[in-house]
């Protein structure tokens, strides 16, 4: 299993890092099998598994009940569960409450938090607490009634000097990595090498530590709409859609089940079945 350490130290070797979405069992068994350096239990699942328009309406008690279930299937890789809308926004003990319940009864290694500078004393007493913390800047998801729509973050001086600062509060207040989300690519890679801590991008180019994308996004899964950023490195929906099509014709029309899909008694028990006489 990574550690915050072993990240950090694969940002030293120039190692690239990879972290994949899983939402639940299965999907948390593969990423395991393929073997990413971290799973993260994103608050998008509300968007891809359950079926919001946006992450707003996720609760702390279903990212504990995902996460559960994606620790279930990889038991030996770091699980990051993002901390959903406003359950880090309240008072300082509500926020620890609902960091210390994500680790404790969802068996996450680390919590995300979206936002820069405003949440910078939050990151400093999750991490004074014990609880390993990955920022989240440019895009973010969970701000998107107040801006009003998903677009690119930083493309102007300001805004990407900003960030920069940004980053390096959440890195000095103890985040161990940052997610950096829909930036222009020359930004990612001048944040990479102004912090310590790995930079995890998404829709931020190849000069970032590490890459992270969404599970349903690669494998086709769905019928939601897919950010530019994302590679579709499959197309599972009409491979399950022709498997369901099949067993539906199959079972109107009778040749499902057959034979080898049933089950047979003796012939000498059939009798008593029928009060003892020969059908
Ligand atoms: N399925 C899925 N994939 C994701 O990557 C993802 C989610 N859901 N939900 C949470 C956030 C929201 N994300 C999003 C959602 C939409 C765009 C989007 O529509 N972007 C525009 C580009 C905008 C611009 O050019 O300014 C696009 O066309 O891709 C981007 C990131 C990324 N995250
Ligand atoms: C897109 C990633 C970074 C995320 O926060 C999520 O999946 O919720
Ligand atoms: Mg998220």
Redo the contacts with the bound molecule.
């Keep these: 299993m990574k550690t915050v350490k072993s990240l950090a130290q694969m940002k030293q070797n120039k190692e690239k890092i990879v972290m994949m979405?899983a939402y639940d069992y299965p999907s948390a068994v593969l990423c395991e099998q393929a073997g990413m350096d971290l799973i993260l239990v994103?608050?998008?699942l509300?968007?891809?598994v359950l079926g919001y328009e946006?992450?707003i309406p996720v609760t702390v008690d279903e990212m504990i009940y995902h996460t559960k279930t994606v620790r279930r299937g990889a038991a030996s890789t770091f699980v990051v569960t993002d901390m959903p809308f406003m359950s880090y926004h309240g008072s300082i003990d509500t926020t620890l409450d609902n960091a210390r319940r994500i680790m404790q009864e969802s068996g996450a290694s680390a919590v995300k938090l979206e936002g820069g500078g405003k949440i910078a004393e939050t990151v400093k007493r999750l991490t004074d607490s014990g609880v390993p913390v990955m920022g989240h800047l440019g895009?973010t998801?969970q701000s998107?009634g107040v801006e009003g729509?998903?677009?690119?973050h930083g493309k102007q001086r300001k805004e990407a000097e900003a960030l920069i600062e940004d980053a390096k509060k959440l890195e000095q207040s103890g985040a161990f990595a940052i997610v950096l989300?829909?930036v222009p690519q020359q930004l990612a890679e001048i944040a990479s090498e102004a912090l310590q801590i790995p930079v995890i991008g998404?829709?931020a180019g190849a000069g970032a530590d590490g890459q992270v994308?969404?599970y349903?996004?690669i494998v086709g899964y769905?019928s939601?709409?897919?950010?530019?950023?994302?590679k579709k490195y499959g197309e599972i929906s009409p491979v399950i859609l022709d498997a369901l099509t099949s067993y539906k014709q199959e079972v109107k029309n009778g040749t499902f089940p057959a034979q080898e899909h049933s089950f047979t008694m003796k012939e000498e028990e059939l009798p008593t079945l029928y009060g003892g006489k020969e059908r």
Excluded: A, N, R
């Design positions: 979405t994103g608050d998008s509300g968007m891809v946006t992450t895009l998801p998107v729509g998903y677009k690119v989300e829909c998404i829709g994308l969404v349903h996004d769905g939601h709409h897919v950010p530019k950023f994302v």
